[in-house]
């Protein structure tokens, strides 16, 4: 089993480029199946073995949405094997995915997130880092392992825009805000000195030297909601959510804003339209005359 599972990991991690987390989870997901079948070998699996196994996770309770990313995993996991010659077709591919329905992330208001930010004690240099980390998880609607390896180097203040390098190490060049520049201007004054050379370039640093990591800045952004005041369940996540509904609700081009996130398919960013829309509905039904 070992041999498979690291044939796999080198898979996804050389050719596929997927992030350490993913690969992790994907082989988790592949030795999963192969515990519950007794086998360490792809040939010895088929399609009614996999039905079995996620029949056997569904009855423990797992999520739909977990049910796909679990058929996304295997799925991939066999279309290696068959690129490998270890078998001549993918089982998975007789196996339909759950239906999912349209998940609609959480977002603030605009007035939340001002809240949000200015809530942060910027008479501190710890305040001045988490003050910039804000506004560039808002301002440039990044994720948090992007703003976590944000480099000094790919910030062009003068031009005005940041360079992104995001998942699969495709990069991206993201307006920088008036906002975030004057933020991350005011922490370069009070940024620690590294703590070794191979973290001279990283933008965000803790008090010891060292980059940050994607657990601090979530805790971080927790905080700062229970000090705003806000109640609604979020993460970092939820900046980069509420940064494309407000550009779109602004009547920004639904083009620019997919090449801003980085997503590959624009199908990925409609879901903002459909927050928009949800919006202005609640709106309509609060005031409608036969509600």
């Known amino acids: 089993m070992a041999d498979l599972l690291s044939g796999?990991?080198?898979?996804?991690?050389i050719e596929r480029r997927m992030s350490p987390a993913t690969v992790t989870s994907y082989c988790s997901d592949v030795k999963g199946l192969l515990d519950f079948s007794g086998t360490v070998k792809a040939?010895?699996?088929?399609?009614?073995?996999?039905?079995?196994?996620?029949?056997?996770?569904?009855?423990?309770?797992?999520?739909?949405?977990?049910?796909?990313?679990?058929?996304?995993?295997?799925?991939?996991?066999?279309?290696?094997?068959?690129?490998?010659?270890?078998i001549t077709d993918n089982p998975c591919d007789r196996i339909e995915a759950p239906k999912l329905g349209r998940h609609l992330p959480e977002v603030l208001s605009e007035e939340e997130v001002t809240a949000l930010l200015e809530s942060v004690d910027t008479s501190t240099p710890t305040g001045k880092r988490d003050r910039a980390i804000l506004e560039v998880l808002y301002g440039c609607g990044l994720r948090v392992s992007e703003a976590a390896g944000l480099r000094i180097s790919g910030i062009f203040m003068e031009e005005g825009f940041v360079n992104i390098i995001g998942k699969g190490d495709k990069q991206r060049l993201v307006p920088l805000g008036g906002m975030a520049e004057e933020a991350i201007d005011n922490y370069l004054e009070y940024r620690p000195i590294p703590a070794g050379r191979q973290y001279d370039d990283f933008l965000f640093l803790s008090r010891q030297g060292k980059p940050l990591s994607r657990v601090y800045i979530f805790n971080m952004v927790k905080k700062q909601a229970m000090i705003a005041g806000i109640r609604k369940e979020i993460s970092p996540h939820t900046f980069r959510h509420s940064f494309a509904t407000h550009l779109i609700e602004h009547g920004a081009d639904l083009r620019i804003v997919q090449e801003m996130l980085g997503h590959e398919s624009i199908l990925t960013t409609e879901i903002y339209t459909h927050i928009d829309t949800s919006t202005w509905q609640a709106s309509i039904l609060k005031h409608h005359p036969r509600n």
């Open 8 to 13: 796999f990991r080198d898979y996804l991690t």
């Open 43 to 86: 040939s010895e699996l088929d399609t009614e073995t996999i039905i079995s196994y996620m029949g056997c996770l569904s009855d423990g309770g797992i999520s739909k949405r977990s049910q796909a990313r679990l058929l996304s995993s295997l799925r991939s996991f066999f279309g290696w094997c068959v690129e490998e010659g270890d």
